[in-house]
């Protein structure tokens, strides 16, 4: 039986071979149709049914049984667009609306296969633009059919030598028409329309730049060493060294053996010293400016940051640290005094000695500025314990300090020498215990400097300055009232108190009070020696400090190692409010721009800031000052002007913080109206408070 598939082939693909061809291909294929037709018909005969296998239903165990009424029921079901496999409950936090709230849109766009193929089509812009620019594009349709031609003429060829032997060669190439001209195909070699390019930019012509100065002048010197210019230079020397012996002497003797040591000192290099004095200025303004670009992310945050979560907070505030100042040979020393200069707000005086009685040694004095945090200003040491300072009004450049030992000297900072222009001494009526406070006051008749002192011998002393001595005079003599005791032969001994701070009224000049440590506070009168004004039961152990309020006059408060920090009228026995801080509370200072505003701090490293208008019954910021559980701070103060304070402890570091907004909150302002600012509107802000307080107890009364 011949192959049918050259045949069928050669009819499908159009090829003319000749007339002779056609018929002969038709009739093959008609017979060999019906040929298969028989044979399939004599294969299956009768009984073929028996062995069909017959068709059975297949149904799950759990199908449903349903009804013909149920099965022709008709169920409809949408198709949707959303995918069932999208989360519904995505939520998201809106900083609008400060919550977390559902997304409304959701993706339902599924994915389940991409591919990226590299095809183009022929008519799109790509296509049209590669094949032009291989100058294809008439070509591409002949090349395509003429290739296909040629592989049917191949295999058209093999059938007819096969198959047909009787067709001639010579009738078939009569009858064929000649192929076009084969073109091979190219192929493109950038299928993505990339194209390297690469330029070469022209370097720029150095340039060389020269100046010439003048040359510095010169000049040639020489000269002879005689020895009587020689023995010249040494008699100038001691003529200095004459003058200098001569200025100490008229100043006051301080003592004999710093005296001597100076006089070592000096030699021949005080040519020398005194041209390095000229730079002095300099070098320190330099200095300056070193530690601010050091420091100037503090120094940017005491001019500009304010806490932003103050907001966001109950009227709660935080303490910021900025700077801290340390010395390292006031490493071993506490803090026992701080106070800011009147004049130079940036510039506080430190305090350093010792409160273990068993552990008293050196002391110094030092003065810090916030310009300068790495090293200080002005550096005095002493042979006894700093016990505290204060700074003159009028003249910022003197400086009262009390010792340990006593006594009580005045520091001139224009002076170039470390040692105090003033000291008392056993002659001049010195304590015999630390002193524990000294505060300057005003000049008296004669216009002579005036400062008063308080010491543990229960002595209150005013100190005057006259004609570059001080002379002393007894104030007040403290004594413990109920406590005289009978000594030998029917004598009377009375206990004395002991003194540890005092504060005077800011108007009054005459008033002042006492803390002792015995817990009571007295009201004193500089006129009346022998007798109290008042005495105030205020405290369990000894009074730390006692400070009058700087806007209302009948105020002051009171903080004592009993843990409490008490508030007082001083017409009133009986405190207003009344703190327990959990701990021994070191200090308390009021806060210069508000009359409700205090800071105290405690043993334990804390801070306590309060704001009586705000909470009467709790601190608005209570924050660790101190990383170390032993360290204990001792003294607070706040700046007369930047809102920040400054907090000293046993270790001898003073550290600069800011308040935060909150802890400084001004009235806010209300449309249409002026904010009331002055001592009137704090007084009368304190007087709401105090009426709140006293309402209770004077109802009874009337």
């Not at 803090?335 to 008293?360: E, R």
């Not at 042979?383 to 300090?401: F, K, Q, R, T």
């Not at 010195?430 to 216009?447: E, I, R, S, Y």
């Not at 660790?624 to 204990?632: E, I, S, Y």
Request: glycine share 4%; hydrophobic share 35%.
């Amino acid at each position: 039986m011949p192959p049918k598939v050259p045949y069928k082939s050669q009819k499908s693909q159009g090829g003319q071979i000749g007339p002779a061809v056609k018929p002969v291909q038709s009739r093959t294929a008609k017979s060999i149709s019906k040929k298969r037709d028989e044979d399939a018909s004599t294969e299956v005969g009768e009984g073929a049914d028996e062995w069909t296998p017959s068709k059975t239903l297949l149904k799950p165990p759990d199908q449903l049984e349903l009804t013909e009424a149920e099965l022709k029921e008709e169920v409809t079901r949408i198709l949707t667009a959303n995918n069932p496999h999208a989360p519904q409950n995505i939520v998201r936090y809106s900083f609008r609306e400060r919550a977390y709230k559902p997304i409304s849109y959701v993706d339902q766009l599924a994915i389940h296969f991409s591919l990226d193929g590299n095809l183009l089509l022929r008519d799109s812009d790509e296509g049209r633009r590669q094949s032009a620019r291989v100058c294809l594009e008439p070509e591409l349709a002949p090349v395509e059919s003429t290739v296909i031609e040629v592989e049917e003429a191949e295999v058209k060829e093999e059938g007819s030598k096969e198959d047909i032997p009787a067709v001639s060669t010579e009738e078939a190439a009569e009858g064929e028409e000649p192929p076009p001209p084969l073109l091979k195909e190219q192929k493109l070699t950038n299928q993505f329309n990339f194209c390297e390019r690469a330029s070469q930019t022209l370097n720029n012509p150095v340039r060389e730049r020269e100046c010439q100065m003048e040359p510095p002048p010169r000049a040639t010197f020489s000269a002879t060493a005689n020895q009587w210019e020689i023995y010249d230079a040494y008699v100038v020397e001691l003529q200095k060294l004459e003058k200098s012996k001569e200025k100490e002497k008229q100043k006051p003797q301080v003592s004999k053996k710093e005296d001597k040591q100076r006089g070592r000192k000096l030699t021949s290099l005080e040519s020398q010293s005194d041209d390095v004095s000229k730079v002095t200025k300099a070098a320190k303004i330099v200095e300056r400016m070193v530690n601010q670009n050091t420091f100037d992310d503090i120094a940017q945050d005491f001019k500009y940051f304010e806490d932003p979560a103050d907001e966001y907070r109950d009227q709660e505030g935080t303490l910021l640290p900025l700077w801290k100042f340390q010395y390292d040979k006031a490493k071993r020393l506490a803090v026992t005094a701080i106070c800011w200069n009147p004049k130079y707000k940036d510039l506080f005086a430190v305090g350093h000695g010792s409160y273990d009685f068993m552990k008293q040694s050196r002391g110094m004095l030092l003065l810090y500025t916030m310009k300068n945090p790495t090293f200080p200003e002005y550096i005095f040491s002493s042979e006894s314990g700093i016990m505290c300072l204060d700074i003159h009004n009028d003249h910022p450049y003197l400086l009262v300090v009390g010792f340990y030992d006593g006594n009580v000297a005045i520091y001139n900072l224009k002076k170039s020498h470390s040692q105090p222009g003033y000291k008392s001494s056993a002659k001049s009526g010195k304590h015999t215990d630390p002193v524990w406070q000294v505060k300057w006051q005003k000049d008296d008749l004669d216009n002579n400097l005036n400062f008063f002192s308080i010491s543990s011998d229960g002595r209150i002393v005013s100190w005057t300055l006259v004609k570059n001595e001080l002379v002393h005079s007894d104030v007040i003599k403290l004594s413990v009232e109920g406590t005289t005791m009978e000594g030998p032969e029917g004598l009377q001994l009375q206990t004395i108190g002991c003194g540890t701070s005092f504060d005077f009224h800011k108007k009054i000049d005459y008033l002042f009070l006492v803390g002792t440590e015995e817990g009571k506070i007295y009201k004193c009168s500089k006129s009346y020696s022998s007798q109290f004004l008042d005495i105030f039961d205020a405290h369990h152990m000894a009074v730390d400090a006692v400070s009058w309020n700087p806007y209302h006059m009948k105020v002051f408060i009171s903080c004592s190692s009993d843990w409490t920090v008490k508030i007082w009228d001083h017409t009133i026995k009986t405190p207003m409010f009344v703190f327990d801080l959990n701990s021994a509370v070191g200090d308390v200072a009021w806060a210069p721009y508000s009359s409700t505003i205090f800071a105290a701090v405690t043993t334990d490293g804390k801070a306590h800031v309060f704001d009586l208008s705000i909470n009467k019954y709790e601190a608005i910021c209570n924050q660790p000052v101190v990383a170390k559980k032993k360290n204990k701070i001792t003294h607070i103060q706040f700046n007369p002007i930047y809102p920040i304070i400054i907090i000293g402890d046993d270790r001898g570091h003073v550290t600069c913080l800011k308040l935060s907004p909150n802890l400084r909150k001004m009235p806010k302002e209300k449309k249409g109206q002026e904010i009331q600012k002055g001592p009137e509107v704090e007084i009368a802000k304190l007087d709401k408070l105090l009426n709140l307080v006293r309402e209770p107890a004077n109802k009874p009364a009337k």
